[in-house]
């Protein structure tokens, strides 16, 4: 049976070894983890799924800003490489981003592959930079209200709390 909650202080070195195993070596340098330094992560939102106690997938979101506005940067998410494709991390994402529509917030903004994250809505932010070096194309967002991206251009920034 599978458990889904949200992630407690328990949790933290688990979810570290899945991201661990599930993402490259260096994964701690990409640029994207320089917005999440000295910021706390949006507890809420941060979930973990488990099956009879076993950590199967994981998921965080930060806040940041993009031209003065609250953004909401997704990820790291991974599924444990022995039950991937099995709708895990789809079912993840999408309870993820109902809860956050649910406390107000509009926007998500996300590096990765469009053909995955496409299927749940994302789609290119033409005129939003991540810090290099980030492949342009791999910056994507979704709207959690109407036009909730319009308008909101410029620099990714660090949320300042
Ligand atoms: C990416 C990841 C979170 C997806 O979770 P998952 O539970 O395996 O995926 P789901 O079961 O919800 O969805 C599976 C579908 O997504 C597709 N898919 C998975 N990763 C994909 C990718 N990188 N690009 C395109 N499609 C992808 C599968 O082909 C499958 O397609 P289908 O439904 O047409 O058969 C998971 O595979 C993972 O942890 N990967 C390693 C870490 C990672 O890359 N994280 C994302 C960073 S951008």
Not at 14 to 36: I, K, M, N, Q, T
């Amino acid at each position: 049976m599978y458990r889904l909650e949200e992630e407690g202080k328990a949790d933290f070195w688990e979810v570290e070894a899945l991201y661990d195993l599930c993402f490259a070596p260096g994964r701690e340098a990409l640029s994207s983890y320089r917005l999440r330094d000295d910021v706390a992560p949006v507890a809420p939102l941060c979930l973990v799924l488990r099956e009879d106690g076993v950590l199967a997938a994981a998921i965080r979101y930060w806040p940041v800003l993009v031209g003065g506005q609250p953004v909401l940067l997704l990820g790291p998410v991974a599924v444990h490489p022995t039950r991937q494709g099995e709708g895990l991390g789809g079912y993840l994402i999408h309870e993820s981003l109902a809860e956050a529509r649910r406390l107000g917030w509009k926007r998500v903004l996300l590096v990765g592959d469009a053909p995955y994250y496409g299927r749940f809505g994302f789609r290119r932010l033409t005129g939003v930079r991540m810090p290099p070096p980030t492949n342009p194309e791999r910056v994507l967002g979704l709207e959690l209200a109407p036009d909730a991206w319009a308008g909101v251009t410029g620099a990714v920034e660090k949320w300042r709390g």
